[in-house]
């Protein structure tokens, strides 16, 4: 049975920092990219991705602010996310879309964490 379960969101003064971590399990998780959407009222937007080899992208509105990394011996990708801002705040979903050779036929998605930014 495939799972990714997020954990780490919750209410932060705008400035302030959070670490979202995502649990992947049921699939080979070293084979797949991963990536952190966000959820906004009228608005998804992929926020940060990591490819299998560890390349990692950003949205032009969180780079040198987030910082997202995978650890495949344990499985779990995490999103470090510094000088948070009131438009920072959404549900993060944790996203897998794999193998590559299969044309990334597999995708599968988290149940997501709310970060609330406000004072």
């Known amino acids: 049975q495939v799972q990714l379960v997020e954990s780490g969101g919750g209410l932060v003064q705008p400035g302030g920092s959070l670490r979202l971590s995502c649990a992947a399990s049921?699939?080979?998780?070293?084979?797949?990219?991963m990536g952190w959407y966000r959820q906004a009222p009228g608005k998804r937007e992929l926020v940060a991705s990591a490819t299998t080899g560890g390349i990692t992208n950003y949205v032009d509105s969180v780079k040198g602010r987030f910082t997202m990394s995978r650890d495949n011996a344990k499985n779990t990708v995490y999103l470090q996310m510094n000088s948070l801002q009131p438009e920072d705040t959404a549900v993060y979903y944790c996203?897998?879309?794999?193998?590559?050779?299969?044309?990334?036929?597999?995708?599968?998605w988290g149940q997501g964490t709310q970060v609330t930014v406000s004072s």
């Open positions: 049921g699939f080979t998780f070293s084979d797949y990219d």
């Open positions: 996203n897998a879309k794999g193998p590559r050779w299969t044309m990334f036929k597999y995708e599968y």
